[in-house]
T-cell receptor, first 115, second 111 residues
Framework: DARVTQTPRHKVTEMGQEVTMRCQPILGHNTVFWYRQTMMQGLELLAYFRNRAPLDDSGMPKDRFSAEMPDATLATLKIQPSEPRDSAVYFC?????????????FGDGTRLSIL | SQQGEEDPQALSIQEGENATMNCSYK?????LQWYRQNSGRGLVHLILIRSNEREKHSGRLRVTLDTSKKSSSLLITASRAADTASYFC???????????FGTGTRLKVLA
């Protein structure tokens, strides 16, 4: 079965360090989403890409977060500098058009702990 | 309260019993989806129901949608220990690409 692959699965680092999370969407999917999941806030949409173009990153703290898709097989989410409040599980999901009425396929996430 | 709130927050039942979870939302939608999340894993799509549908079945899952009440329910029949997970509803933001996920129902099925 085709799957969304996220790396690393776990990351522990000290505050102030740069964190890079990677996602390989399912081949042929042209939409990619980044979510953050915490107990307090639930699942929050951070960014959305369609055909590799960023269409919405209004959910991201702009000063420290950035999301890119260098090519169709790789999406990245970077945090620089990281802060303890960034500790969460970060999920990538991909989907195919039409995006409405289609399910999103999630990776297993990156569990991030900022000390 | 946020779009897509599930009720109850937690549910514990015996194996073989039925489990019912509810989801309420606020805005108009084109469709509503239910997802399952096992501990330490990503969300897995279960079923999608369109706004012009009232009921949909998939195996042991039954989903209903009442757009007049802006609510949906997910029924899992003859539950199994393997059904233990968190269940989320997700609603599209009036046909946009954005899906807003609820807070989830934690289901525990006791063997």
């Amino acid at each position: 079965d085709a799957r969304v692959t996220q790396t690393p699965r776990h990351k522990v680092t000290e505050m102030g360090q740069e964190v890079t999370m990677r996602c390989q969407p399912i081949l042929g999917h042209n939409t990619v989403f980044w979510y953050r999941q915490t107990m307090m806030q639930g699942l929050e949409l951070l960014a959305y890409f369609r055909n590799r173009a960023p269409l919405d990153d209004s959910g991201m703290p702009k000063d420290r977060f950035s999301a890119e898709m260098p090519d169709a097989t790789l999406a990245t989410l970077k945090i620089q500098p990281s802060e303890p409040r960034d500790s969460a599980v970060y999920f990538c999901a991909s989907g195919s058009e039409p995006y409405s009425n289609q399910p999103q396929h999630f990776g297993d996430g990156t569990r991030l702990s900022i000390l | 309260s946020q779009q897509g709130e599930e009720d109850p927050q937690a549910l514990s039942i015996q194996e073989g019993e039925n489990a019912t979870m509810n989801c309420s939302y606020k805005t108009s939608i084109n469709n509503l989806q239910w997802y399952r999340q096992n501990s330490g894993r990503g969300l897995v799509h279960l079923i999608l129901i369109r706004s012009n549908e009232r009921e949909k079945h998939s195996g042991r899952l039954r989903v209903t949608l009442d757009t007049s009440k802006k609510s949906s329910s997910l029924l899992i029949t003859a539950s199994r220990a393997a059904d233990t997970a968190s269940y989320f509803c997700a609603t599209d933001d009036s046909g946009t690409y954005k899906y807003i996920f609820g807070t989830g129902t934690r289901l525990k099925v006791l063997a």
